[in-house]
Protein backbone atom coordinates (compact mmCIF):
# COMPACT_ATOMS: atom_id res chain seq x y z
CA UNK A 1 0.00 0.00 0.00
CA UNK A 2 2.97 2.45 0.90
CA UNK A 3 4.87 1.23 -2.28
CA UNK A 4 2.01 1.94 -4.07
CA UNK A 5 0.86 5.57 -2.93
CA UNK A 6 4.88 6.37 -3.34
CA UNK A 7 5.10 4.59 -6.92
CA UNK A 8 1.63 6.80 -7.74
CA UNK A 9 3.63 9.96 -6.11
CA UNK A 10 6.60 9.43 -8.11
CA UNK A 11 4.65 8.82 -11.49
CA UNK A 12 2.65 12.80 -10.59
CA UNK A 13 6.04 14.27 -9.69
CA UNK A 14 7.29 13.10 -13.26
CA UNK A 15 4.40 14.13 -14.68
CA UNK A 16 4.26 17.61 -13.05
CA UNK A 17 7.94 17.96 -14.09
CA UNK A 18 7.06 17.18 -17.89
CA UNK A 19 3.81 19.29 -17.50
CA UNK A 20 6.45 22.41 -16.31
CA UNK A 21 8.99 21.53 -19.03
CA UNK A 22 6.33 21.38 -21.76
CA UNK A 23 5.21 24.86 -20.49
CA UNK A 24 7.73 26.57 -20.22
CA UNK A 25 8.67 27.39 -24.14
CA UNK A 26 5.33 27.80 -24.41
CA UNK A 27 5.20 30.46 -21.72
CA UNK A 28 8.31 31.98 -23.39
CA UNK A 29 6.77 33.08 -26.41
CA UNK A 30 6.50 36.58 -28.26
CA UNK A 31 3.02 38.36 -27.44
CA UNK A 32 0.72 37.87 -30.31
CA UNK A 33 0.15 41.62 -30.61
CA UNK A 34 4.51 42.10 -30.82
CA UNK A 35 4.51 39.45 -33.22
CA UNK A 36 2.02 40.71 -35.56
CA UNK A 37 3.07 44.06 -35.41
CA UNK A 38 6.97 42.72 -36.52
CA UNK A 39 5.25 41.34 -39.15
CA UNK A 40 3.71 43.89 -40.34
CA UNK A 41 6.64 46.69 -39.98
CA UNK A 42 4.94 48.65 -37.09
CA UNK A 43 8.12 47.40 -35.17
CA UNK A 44 11.90 47.49 -35.85
CA UNK A 45 15.06 46.58 -34.45
CA UNK A 46 16.96 49.11 -33.79
CA UNK A 47 20.90 49.19 -33.72
CA UNK A 48 20.88 50.15 -29.95
CA UNK A 49 19.65 46.43 -29.27
CA UNK A 50 15.96 47.92 -28.16
CA UNK A 51 12.88 47.61 -30.11
CA UNK A 52 11.65 51.05 -32.23
CA UNK A 53 8.49 52.59 -33.93
CA UNK A 54 8.56 53.02 -37.74
CA UNK A 55 5.20 54.76 -37.14
CA UNK A 56 2.89 56.18 -34.65
CA UNK A 57 1.70 52.90 -32.93
CA UNK A 58 -1.83 52.90 -30.27
CA UNK A 59 -1.64 52.76 -27.01
CA UNK A 60 -1.91 49.09 -26.59
CA UNK A 61 0.93 48.10 -29.10
CA UNK A 62 2.90 51.29 -27.16
CA UNK A 63 3.27 49.31 -24.00
CA UNK A 64 3.99 45.98 -25.13
CA UNK A 65 7.13 47.02 -26.96
CA UNK A 66 7.90 49.69 -23.70
CA UNK A 67 7.34 46.91 -21.64
CA UNK A 68 9.86 44.58 -23.47
CA UNK A 69 12.34 47.00 -24.00
CA UNK A 70 12.39 47.25 -19.78
CA UNK A 71 12.92 43.78 -19.81
CA UNK A 72 15.73 43.87 -22.92
CA UNK A 73 17.62 46.79 -20.75
CA UNK A 74 17.52 44.80 -17.04
CA UNK A 75 18.41 41.76 -18.93
CA UNK A 76 21.50 43.76 -20.74
CA UNK A 77 22.45 45.17 -17.53
CA UNK A 78 22.48 41.96 -15.89
CA UNK A 79 24.47 40.31 -18.45
CA UNK A 80 26.96 43.12 -19.36
CA UNK A 81 27.55 43.05 -15.42
CA UNK A 82 28.40 39.66 -15.59
CA UNK A 83 30.57 39.92 -18.98
CA UNK A 84 32.27 42.99 -17.28
CA UNK A 85 30.97 45.05 -20.29
CA UNK A 86 28.99 48.78 -20.03
CA UNK A 87 24.89 48.40 -21.05
CA UNK A 88 25.20 50.64 -24.17
CA UNK A 89 28.29 47.97 -25.07
CA UNK A 90 26.01 44.79 -24.78
CA UNK A 91 23.06 46.40 -25.80
CA UNK A 92 24.56 47.47 -29.24
CA UNK A 93 26.29 44.08 -29.88
CA UNK A 94 22.59 42.05 -29.20
CA UNK A 95 21.16 44.85 -31.44
CA UNK A 96 23.72 43.45 -34.17
CA UNK A 97 22.64 39.79 -33.66
CA UNK A 98 18.61 40.76 -33.64
CA UNK A 99 19.25 42.84 -36.47
CA UNK A 100 20.62 39.64 -37.95
CA UNK A 101 18.26 37.55 -37.06
CA UNK A 102 15.27 39.73 -38.88
CA UNK A 103 12.76 37.67 -41.14
CA UNK A 104 12.30 38.90 -44.55
CA UNK A 105 9.63 41.46 -44.28
CA UNK A 106 10.50 42.48 -40.85
CA UNK A 107 11.77 46.39 -40.73
CA UNK A 108 15.32 47.29 -38.91
CA UNK A 109 17.18 50.41 -38.42
CA UNK A 110 20.37 51.02 -40.65
CA UNK A 111 23.65 52.50 -39.32
CA UNK A 112 22.13 55.95 -40.37
CA UNK A 113 18.90 55.78 -38.60
CA UNK A 114 16.54 54.92 -41.47
CA UNK A 115 14.29 51.75 -41.33
CA UNK A 116 14.68 49.82 -43.69
CA UNK A 117 12.60 45.97 -44.78
CA UNK A 118 14.71 43.10 -44.08
CA UNK A 119 15.31 41.32 -48.17
CA UNK A 120 16.51 37.99 -48.43
CA UNK A 121 20.08 38.62 -48.29
CA UNK A 122 22.06 40.44 -45.83
CA UNK A 123 20.89 43.41 -43.88
CA UNK A 124 22.69 46.90 -44.04
CA UNK A 125 24.83 46.80 -39.71
CA UNK A 126 27.02 48.90 -38.58
CA UNK A 127 30.80 47.77 -39.59
CA UNK A 128 31.44 46.99 -35.95
CA UNK A 129 29.00 44.15 -36.12
CA UNK A 130 30.20 40.51 -36.16
CA UNK B 1 74.42 117.61 -45.94
CA UNK B 2 72.73 116.26 -48.98
CA UNK B 3 72.84 113.33 -46.93
CA UNK B 4 71.52 114.49 -43.53
CA UNK B 5 68.29 115.76 -45.68
CA UNK B 6 67.61 112.84 -47.15
CA UNK B 7 67.64 111.05 -44.05
CA UNK B 8 65.95 113.53 -41.95
CA UNK B 9 62.45 113.07 -43.30
CA UNK B 10 62.82 109.14 -43.15
CA UNK B 11 61.22 109.01 -39.28
CA UNK B 12 58.30 111.72 -40.27
CA UNK B 13 57.80 109.74 -43.20
CA UNK B 14 57.28 106.38 -41.49
CA UNK B 15 55.02 107.15 -39.27
CA UNK B 16 52.13 108.58 -41.24
CA UNK B 17 52.39 105.12 -43.58
CA UNK B 18 51.53 103.41 -39.79
CA UNK B 19 48.85 105.40 -39.11
CA UNK B 20 47.39 105.04 -42.99
CA UNK B 21 47.78 101.14 -42.68
CA UNK B 22 45.89 101.16 -39.39
CA UNK B 23 43.64 103.09 -40.23
CA UNK B 24 43.16 100.88 -43.54
CA UNK B 25 42.56 97.86 -41.10
CA UNK B 26 39.93 99.85 -39.08
CA UNK B 27 38.48 100.49 -42.76
CA UNK B 28 38.64 97.14 -43.60
CA UNK B 29 37.23 95.59 -39.87
CA UNK B 30 34.47 97.87 -40.00
CA UNK B 31 33.60 97.10 -43.35
CA UNK B 32 34.35 93.16 -42.68
CA UNK B 33 31.70 93.73 -39.70
CA UNK B 34 28.64 95.22 -41.98
CA UNK B 35 29.43 93.32 -45.28
CA UNK B 36 30.46 89.95 -44.01
CA UNK B 37 27.92 88.48 -41.82
CA UNK B 38 28.10 84.50 -42.24
CA UNK B 39 24.66 83.31 -42.13
CA UNK B 40 23.96 80.04 -40.76
CA UNK B 41 20.63 78.25 -41.80
CA UNK B 42 19.63 74.98 -39.92
CA UNK B 43 19.96 71.45 -41.62
CA UNK B 44 16.50 70.26 -42.38
CA UNK B 45 16.94 66.83 -41.27
CA UNK B 46 17.47 66.43 -37.50
CA UNK B 47 20.79 66.38 -36.18
CA UNK B 48 21.65 62.86 -35.05
CA UNK B 49 24.37 62.49 -32.26
CA UNK B 50 25.87 58.81 -32.56
CA UNK B 51 26.05 57.67 -28.96
CA UNK B 52 27.87 54.69 -29.84
CA UNK B 53 30.44 55.80 -31.40
CA UNK B 54 32.71 55.09 -28.79
CA UNK B 55 32.22 51.13 -28.87
CA UNK B 56 34.57 49.03 -30.02
CA UNK B 57 34.56 46.57 -32.66
CA UNK B 58 37.09 44.07 -30.33
CA UNK B 59 34.52 44.45 -27.24
CA UNK B 60 31.44 43.72 -29.55
CA UNK B 61 33.00 40.61 -30.77
CA UNK B 62 33.72 39.41 -27.18
CA UNK B 63 30.42 39.85 -26.33
CA UNK B 64 28.26 38.52 -29.47
CA UNK B 65 28.49 34.81 -28.19
CA UNK B 66 27.55 36.01 -24.54
CA UNK B 67 24.65 38.32 -26.75
CA UNK B 68 23.72 35.31 -29.01
CA UNK B 69 23.17 33.00 -25.94
CA UNK B 70 20.62 35.59 -24.33
CA UNK B 71 18.72 36.27 -26.95
CA UNK B 72 18.08 32.55 -27.46
CA UNK B 73 17.37 31.99 -24.06
CA UNK B 74 14.84 34.73 -23.60
CA UNK B 75 12.64 34.53 -27.29
CA UNK B 76 9.42 36.65 -25.64
CA UNK B 77 11.32 39.62 -25.56
CA UNK B 78 13.34 39.01 -28.71
Keep these: MITRTLRLSVL ?8 LALAGPAQAQRDPGY ?15 YLGFTGSPDAGLRKVVDDINIKRRALYAQKAQAARATLEEYAFTAGCLAIARTAPGERYQAPDGSWQVRGSGLPVRDPRCP | MSIAKSTGPRPNAHKPSMRKRATWLMVLSAGGALGGCITVNAPEEPIVIELNINIKQEVIYRLAADAGNTIEENPDIF
Design chain 1, 12 to 19: AASGAVLA
Design chain 1, 35 to 49: EAARASGQVGERTDG
